[in-house]
């Protein structure tokens, strides 16, 4: 699939924007802080409802305005469709499919497919959890968008559950009379479930990336791996790892909502003192090893990038695998890589069906990554017409 047009209004920097896109490659360049990664963050947004940069939705919206609109037209064979986003922050956000209200923003999930990397992705390798997560979930609602539902209704039932188990350990606190434990039941049973969909939606993904998560590192970085992806789940307990007793059949559904359930009932009373869920997907990590040392404190600069730009590439190579091809997004990464592997970056992505790039120095752009141009400055995005 690629998109044909993009429009952004009230979005970051921009009051307007109007940019025309065919398939094949497209640079922006321009000067520092001039708007080229407002636009791509634009595209991510309404691949995956969320920024690659900030978690909230506030920055997104132009100083002084209300609300921020992103539109988009996307082509895939011969099919058109326009999808519509506007960004409330603090308030729901409203989508329009193909002129129709009658759809919620994540109705939209699934249609624009992207795959972006970003220099934020170095996070992935040495960040928090949280990033692995969000990585992790983006990508599972890209191959099935029906897990964007699971995902909102887990943050649904977490923020329940942890409200509750706020108010009981504060009327604990306060030497009051316990809680009503058979609410907190209904609750345990409904995390269970939900989280146990999300769990398994996860190691399924981890199942397919792994393969192609070793074979890009080995492109990227020839000889330096293998690259071992393990989930680590808040339900292994305390010091699990190597030894771990292994979770449930793939396809178990009822063994992973027990295992859940259990590990809830075995957490409640810790959970009741701390006013918050402790075990569950929220709490749960993927571990990145090269060889056998982990990513995270071990891996040098260099590893840590390719590493990350691997988990992107499986990422391409997954979607692609499974459904329309993915919009390649490269946002300034040439920027930060050396030489060899900008030139092994571009030759992999170069015969994408659209890759959209950003840089500030055209020529860290590879060559063969020649296509469309636009200039980006003072808050125009203009097209350069060769010769
Ligand atoms: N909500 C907003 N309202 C107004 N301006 C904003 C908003 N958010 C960001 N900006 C402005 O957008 C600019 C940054 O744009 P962007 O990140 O796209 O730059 P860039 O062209 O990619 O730069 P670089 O080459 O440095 O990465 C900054 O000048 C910033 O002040």
Redesign the pocket.
């Known amino acids: 699939m690629h998109l044909t047009h993009l429009s952004l209004a009230d979005f970051?920097?921009y009051a307007r924007a109007e940019v025309e896109l065919g398939p094949g490659v497209t640079c922006f360049v321009?000067?520092?802080?001039?708007?080229?990664?407002?636009?791509v963050?634009g595209v991510g947004y309404l691949a995956t409802l969320g920024s690659h940069r900030v978690s909230s939705d506030a920055?997104?919206?132009?100083?002084g305005a209300e609300r921020a609109v992103l539109r988009a037209m996307v082509r895939e064979g011969e099919r058109q469709q326009l999808v519509e986003l506007e960004v409330n922050p603090g308030r729901a956000n409203r989508a329009r499919l193909n002129r129709s209200n009658q759809v919620r923003p994540r109705d939209l999930l699934g249609i624009v497919r992207t795959v972006l990397f970003a220099p934020e992705d170095l996070r992935l390798v040495k960040g928090d959890p949280a990033e692995r997560r969000r990585f992790l979930d983006e990508l599972v609602t890209a191959r099935a968008p029906r897990l964007g539902g699971v995902r909102a209704e887990y943050e649904r039932v977490l923020k329940q559950r942890n409200s509750l188990l706020k108010s009981a350990a504060m009327a604990r606190r306060h030497g009051g009379r316990g809680m009503d434990l058979s609410t907190l039941d209904v609750w345990d049973q409904h995390l269970a479930r939900v989280g146990a969909e999300l769990v398994r939606a996860r190691l399924g993904l981890l199942e397919a990336l792994r393969p192609l998560a070793d074979k890009a590192y080995e492109e990227v970085a020839p000889g330096g791996g293998p690259v071992v992806l393990e989930y680590r789940a808040s339900t292994d307990g305390e010091g699990a790892g190597e030894g771990a007793a292994a979770g449930p059949a793939p396809d178990d559904r009822e063994g992973y909502v027990a295992l859940l359930a259990g590990a809830l009932a075995e957490a409640r009373k810790r959970e009741i003192e701390r006013g918050v869920t402790l075990v569950g997907p929220h709490r749960d990590d993927l571990l990145l090893r090269l060889g056998a040392l982990p990513a995270k404190g071990y891996a040098s600069h260099g590893e840590s990038w390719s590493l990350a730009l691997a988990l992107r590439l499986a990422s391409y190579g997954l979607l692609r695998e499974e459904g329309p091809e993915p919009v390649l997004v490269l946002?300034?990464v040439f920027a930060e890589l050396d030489a060899r592997r900008r030139h092994r970056l571009a030759e992999l992505v170069a015969s994408a069906e659209q890759v959209l790039v950003?840089a500030?120095v055209p020529e860290d752009v590879p060559e063969i990554l020649d296509g469309a141009r636009f200039e980006?400055a003072d808050g125009e995005v203009a097209r350069v017409v060769a010769g």
């Open positions: 970051r920097s321009g000067p520092n802080g001039q708007g080229k990664t407002n636009l963050e920055p997104l919206v132009r100083m946002d300034d950003t500030a980006v």
